[in-house]
């Protein structure tokens, strides 16, 4: 079984910043772990993704949030953060991890997602 838990999320005011995290696991080790992502959903609006990186530490970003978000991961703690400065009433929605993981070396490689965390900007 894997699990995706995020934390860091919360209320903050216009121009302020939050890191979220988001922390693979499972019983026994993972194998490998290729593409990692942040998503967000708004009240009544599709969700969207937000950035990703790949397990070499290429990077992409919706063009909302170039500039004020950052993504990273580290390998060795299973875990993907974002890192977002700047941030605008418009940022504010439930943001979701996800990660393309292959748990053992006979799996096939699944995509996981993690429960979300909300995040509310204060204008």
């Known amino acids: 079984q894997v699990r995706l838990v995020e934390s860091g999320g919360g209320l903050v005011q216009n121009g302020g910043s939050l890191r979220l995290s988001c922390a693979a696991s499972a019983s026994g080790t993972i194998f490998s772990i290729n593409a990692m992502g942040w998503y967000r959903q708004a009240p009544g609006k599709q969700r969207e993704l937000v950035a990703e990186?790949?397990?070499?530490?290429?990077?992409n970003y919706v063009d909302s949030v170039k500039g004020r978000f950052t993504i990273s991961r580290d390998n060795a703690k299973n875990t993907v953060y974002l890192q977002m400065n700047s941030l605008k009433p418009e940022d504010t929605a439930v943001y979701y991890c996800?990660?393309?993981?292959?748990?053992?070396?006979?799996?096939?490689?699944?995509?996981?997602w993690g429960q979300g965390t909300q995040v509310t900007v204060s204008s």
């Open positions: 990186i790949s397990s070499g530490g290429s990077t």
């Open positions: 996800n990660a393309a993981i292959r748990k053992t070396v006979v799996d096939g490689t699944r995509l996981y």
